[in-house]
């Protein structure tokens, strides 16, 4: 199976000053468990890693002290994570048919997850990892008052790996950039190409660090694990 992960980022809503895949947890830059996990998990052959040029020779020396032996091709990032994983799917060797997408910042991912989103993939065109949403929705307006209260049983909070047939994808990102549509993963430009997306069940700690507090949050996680 073929991996890109996007981690092309900034570390903006981290408050850090670069790509907070570069900052350490557990003594390792964060981009490292992401990558070990990927290592870890038997059905990936080879991983695309969409980053900055700014941020190559980091990322470089990262692979390098990890001794990582699967084949790692290091992609240009765009300028949004729409533009990143559409670079990335450019770069895909052309023998790849599934590609797994799985964000950089999603590095509490277990290698049985990569494993179970490649099988699943197998058998649909289109998945994602979920996992149920635990606290009642509201959707609000601009003023701060409420507009509706979703029912929870059918809300689910989207992660990744995202796992699509590449063809199929290549085809949705295009008319996504003929159509200036603006989306936050790829499951939402295939749901806008009417295509079928299938929920594989994620997992709880299967977290987006995003925030300095997701960074303990992953600390501790990981503090429990190794
Ligand atoms: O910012 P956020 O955490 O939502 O980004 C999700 C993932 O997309 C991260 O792994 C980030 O590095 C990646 N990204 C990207 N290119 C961008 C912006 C974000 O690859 N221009």
């Given at each position: 199976?073929?991996?890109?992960?996007?981690?092309?980022?900034s570390?903006?809503?981290?408050?850090?000053?670069?790509?907070?895949?570069?900052?350490?947890?557990?003594?390792?830059?964060?981009?490292?468990?992401?990558?070990?996990?990927?290592?870890?998990?038997?059905?990936?052959?080879?991983?695309?890693?969409?980053?900055?040029?700014?941020?190559?020779?980091?990322?470089?020396?990262?692979?390098?002290?990890l001794?990582?032996?699967?084949?790692?091709?290091?992609?240009?990032?765009?300028?949004?994570?729409?533009?990143s994983?559409?670079?990335?799917?450019?770069?895909?060797?052309?023998n790849a048919?599934?590609?797994?997408?799985?964000?950089?910042?999603?590095?509490?991912?277990?290698?049985?997850?990569?494993?179970a989103?490649?099988?699943?993939?197998?058998?649909?065109p289109g998945?994602?990892?979920?996992?149920?949403?635990?606290?009642?929705?509201?959707?609000?307006?601009?003023?701060?008052?409420?507009?509706?209260?979703?029912?929870?049983?059918?809300?689910?909070a989207?992660?990744?790996?995202?796992?699509?047939d590449?063809?199929?994808?290549?085809?949705?990102?295009?008319?996504?950039?003929?159509?200036?549509?603006?989306?936050?993963?790829?499951?939402?430009?295939?749901?806008?190409?009417?295509?079928?997306?299938?929920?594989?069940?994620g997992?709880?700690?299967?977290?987006?660090?995003?925030?300095?507090?997701?960074?303990?949050i992953?600390?501790?996680?990981?503090s429990?694990?190794?």
């Amino acid at each position: 199976m073929h991996l890109l992960i996007p981690a092309a980022g900034s570390g903006k809503r981290m408050g850090a000053n670069r790509n907070k895949l570069l900052l350490q947890v557990r003594s390792k830059p964060l981009i490292a468990w992401t990558l070990l996990a990927a290592e870890a998990a038997s059905s990936i052959s080879w991983i695309g890693i969409v980053s900055q040029s700014a941020d190559w020779d980091d990322f470089k020396s990262i692979i390098a002290d990890l001794n990582l032996k699967k084949t790692i091709a290091l992609i240009p990032g765009g300028s949004t994570r729409q533009e990143s994983v559409y670079n990335g799917l450019q770069a895909l060797p052309l023998n790849a048919e599934q590609v797994l997408i799985h964000d950089g910042a999603r590095c509490l991912v277990t290698p049985n997850l990569f494993d179970a989103c490649s099988e699943a993939i197998l058998h649909c065109p289109g998945l994602i990892a979920a996992v149920p949403v635990k606290d009642t929705i509201k959707v609000v307006d601009d003023n701060g008052i409420i507009t509706s209260t979703p029912d929870r049983k059918q809300l689910w909070a989207a992660q990744t790996p995202q796992g699509f047939d590449v063809n199929l994808l290549k085809q949705c990102h295009t008319q996504g950039v003929r159509q200036g549509w603006e989306v936050t993963d790829d499951a939402a430009l295939f749901e806008k190409c009417g295509m079928e997306v299938r929920i594989v069940p994620g997992e709880e700690t299967n977290l987006k660090i995003t925030t300095p507090q997701d960074l303990a949050i992953a600390e501790f996680i990981l503090s429990h694990r190794y």
